[in-house]
Nanobody
Framework: QEPLVESGGRLVRAGESLRLSCTGS????MAWFRQGPGKEREFVAA????????YYKDSLKGRFTISRARGKNTLYLQMNNLKPEDATSYFC????????????????????WGQGTQVTVFA
């Protein structure tokens, strides 16, 4: 299993866009989660590696887009119109098991995690 390594997090102004990257791959699916200090890790988005099916946290649909560049073995998270509440650490995750609409948002579904990348948004 190739380690997952996130990058792209930085300081941005509210309303701006940012793209996070994660190198590495899982067997069946990959996802982005985020977690702030003292908060639970929450699901952001996921993508299956065969069909390319995507799943999103409902409140982020339309602003965030998950995608994958197969040739580069890289996962992306495009974040548009960033808000101060989006400021936190973002983690890449990979699953060795198939995911579906029921389990996709469950942390326990994912076997491998990156170290995270910090996104800071100021108003």
């Amino acid at each position: 299993q190739e380690p997952l390594v996130e990058s792209g997090g930085r300081l941005v102004r509210a309303g701006e866009s940012l793209r996070l990257s994660c190198t590495g791959s899982g067997r069946f699916a990959m996802a982005w989660f985020r977690q702030g200090p003292g908060k639970e890790r929450e699901f952001v988005a996921a993508i299956t590696l065969t069909a390319g099916s995507t799943y999103y946290k409902d409140s982020l649909k339309g602003r965030f887009t998950i995608s994958r560049a197969r040739g580069k073995n890289t996962l992306y998270l495009q974040m548009n119109n960033l808000k101060p509440e989006d400021a936190t650490s973002y983690f890449c995750a990979a699953s060795d098991w198939n995911i579906n609409s029921i389990n996709v948002r469950t942390i326990e579904q994912y076997d491998h995690w990156g170290q995270g990348t910090q996104v800071t948004v100021f108003a």
